[in-house]
């Protein structure tokens, strides 16, 4: 249906063509409203948004033809046809300078009037489906673009762009600068809310509309709590100034999340667009030493043979579902690896142990489950990574899916989350769904439905593979007994926790001990 305003400073032709309309062309065509001056048109015209405007010529104040000017210069798309008492050519060729398209003689005849809105309704229709072609065109090229940034972004962090690649993406994001300098943010969630990874998107979203909207930088996707930014140059000396500009924007709308050190940047040096790579590295070398010197888990310090700090910072934010801070600990980590030509095995052993540790937490936390631990175990691609860059690529591509894994412990309830804590309090004495509920207040029958809703096991199931995971750690230690451990975890008799840990591994306690001091001499 097209929605028409007739505009005439004559009340009854504008009656008699709404009459027509009514009467005849209803099916087709319907009257928006009307106006009787051009100024009244303008603000009909901004207020009703009409597809087609029947416009007089000659009005008292504002002339049609000026009013129709005006409602041009606002944006509006809408149509237009003359009314007019007599032919003019002056008249018809500034109509047509406007792009009018037909006009009606005083008195309007009804068949005229037919012929001129059908043939304006068969131009809208066509016009409008070009306008819809423009749009979806436009449309799919944002999305190729988005696409494109992104994984030009994506590769760069990763290390995967070659000089001749960047330039492809260069030409195909139509960068026409040969310079760039390279920024890192790191977007951290507070502790303790119920959702971080939705915290984390809903900072990045607001961090990229920023730089998006307020500078020509481009803007990389969010991987494990870290960003990259690119932002072109003309050359090396205009790197300086453009990086100021950018901090300034990005402190004046950020400037609170920058204070509580829930985003912090690191930034690179200006390189030819097909070193690139290097101001990432430069950037996020920057950050993380930044974030160092705020006392986040990537604590600075010589590292000299093995620093256990790195890696017990990295699986405590893991396991306190923070991934972000742990992408931070990791990229600590993962430093030394670069541009080593060959990796030392027990450099490849730590990772393949603290990736083990990382699991085993998570399974029995009750954040992985079976399959995915099966699958998370194999660490073939570790052992057989040929350099330190293979190496880092490895870890970070299985990192993705130990954050997604921690991520989930933010998404579960709050009763759930404080039982789960409390039987990591308590596993070693003996515990109960009922004195778990009492300790929270709440119903067992609801604490029992929590757990499996959530976790996919009933609270003795959670409980009894928390122990055994518990049980494992115990068992690898040297001189542990069986009697020690089954007590330690909540079991007085040996032979009823004998049972249940073969159950679970398919190994007797004493069987599973043996094969892990073996391993542990081995590698030593």
């Known amino acids: 249906m097209i929605r028409i305003l007739v505009v005439d400073?004559?009340?009854?032709?504008v009656e008699g063509i709404a009459h027509i309309v009514r009467r005849d062309l209803g099916e087709e065509f319907e009257i928006a409203g009307s106006a009787s001056s051009g100024r009244e048109a303008i603000e009909k015209a901004a207020l009703l948004s009409p597809d087609l405007i029947l416009m007089d010529v000659r009005m008292p104040g504002i002339s049609g033809l000026d009013a129709i000017r005006e409602i041009r210069r606002r944006g509006s798309l809408s149509a237009f046809i003359l009314i007019t008492a007599y032919e003019r050519f002056d008249i018809a060729r500034e109509a047509v300078e406007l792009g009018v398209l037909d006009y009606l003689l005083k008195p309007v005849a009804k068949d005229k009037l037919a012929f001129s809105l059908r043939e304006a309704a068969l131009l809208l229709a066509g016009r409008g489906e070009v306008e819809r072609r423009e749009i979806e065109h436009r449309e799919r090229e944002e999305r190729m673009r988005a696409f494109v940034e992104a994984a030009f972004l994506q590769g760069l962090m990763l290390g995967e762009r070659s000089g001749p690649e960047l330039e492809k993406y260069r030409s195909a994001l139509g960068i026409p600068e040969p310079w760039a300098a390279a920024a890192a943010a790191a977007i951290l969630s507070p502790l303790g809310v119920l959702d971080p990874a939705a915290e984390a998107r809903e900072a990045y979203e607001?961090?990229?509309g920023?730089?998006?909207?307020?500078?020509k930088a481009l803007v990389g996707p969010l991987v494990s709590g870290l960003c990259a930014i690119l932002l072109p140059l003309r050359d090396e000396a205009e790197g300086p100034a453009m990086q100021a500009e950018l901090r300034a924007v990005i402190e004046a709308a950020h400037g609170s999340e920058l204070a509580r050190g829930r985003l912090r940047l690191g930034f690179g040096g200006a390189r030819p667009l097909p070193e690139a790579a290097s101001s990432w590295s430069e950037a996020l070398a920057g950050l993380l030493a930044g974030a160092s010197a705020a006392g986040s888990p990537a604590s600075e310090g010589p590292r000299e043979g093995v620093n256990f700090e790195d890696d017990e910072a990295f699986l405590e934010a893991l396991l306190a579902s923070s991934p972000e801070r742990a992408s931070l600990a990791l990229e600590r980590l993962l430093g030394p690896l670069k541009g080593l030509p060959s990796v030392a095995p027990g450099e490849a052993y730590r990772f393949i142990a603290l990736f083990g540790a990382a699991i085993r937490s998570l399974r029995g936390s009750g954040l992985m489950n079976e399959a995915e631990v099966r699958a998370a175990m194999d660490f073939e691609d570790l052992r057989m990574a040929a350099s330190g860059d293979l190496l880092a690529l490895a870890l970070r591509g299985r990192f993705s899916a130990l954050a997604a894994a921690a991520g989930r412990e933010g998404r579960r309830s709050l009763p759930l989350r404080a039982a789960i804590d409390r039987i990591k309090e308590a596993f070693g004495r003996p515990i109960s769904l009922e004195s778990v509920a009492d300790e929270l207040g709440?119903?067992?029958g609801r604490l029992s439905r929590l757990f499996i809703e959530e976790?996919?096991?009933g609270f003795s199931d959670?409980?009894?593979?928390?122990r055994i995971e518990r049980?494992?750690?115990l068992l690898s230690l040297p001189d542990a007994s069986i009697k020690q451990v089954s007590a330690a975890c909540g079991y007085p008799d040996p032979n009823y926790f004998s049972r249940l840990f073969k159950k679970a591994t398919g190994l007797t306690p004493s069987n599973f001990s043996s094969d892990a001091k073996e391993a542990n001499d081995g590698n030593g």
């Open 210 to 215: 920023t730089i998006r909207y307020k500078t």
């Open 206 to 208: 607001g961090l990229r």
């Open 471 to 473: 049980a494992k750690e």
């Open 9 to 13: 400073d004559e009340r009854p032709v």
């Open 442 to 444: 709440i119903p067992p």
């Open 455 to 457: 976790t996919g096991k």
């Open 462 to 466: 959670f409980l009894i593979d928390y």
